[in-house]
């Protein structure tokens, strides 16, 4: 069966979602959302300078099943202010 738009944007909604939430529970604050256009299926975290990024991509795998090439698609970022 086909997805539809409507049904990849709820993915992504959940995944986002999820993902927020596994880091909520560990304690780390971040932002979490998804690539627009060509990385539509990128998921983007933004973490400060003092959260471990090693930490974050093993969470946000974990929770989100992704693995393979590129961290499954995952970045993270260190928020430079």
Known sequence: MEKTRRTEMTERILETKTVKEAL?????????????????????????????????????????????EYDGGINVFRDLD
Not at 31 to 59: C, E, P, Q
């Open 24 to 68: 909520k529970e560990a304690g780390i604050d971040c932002k979490v959302k998804h690539g627009k256009g060509t990385s539509y299926a990128w998921l983007y975290i933004f973490i400060d300078r003092n959260t471990d990024h090693d930490t974050v991509l093993n969470i946000a795998q974990k929770a989100t099943g992704r693995h393979g």
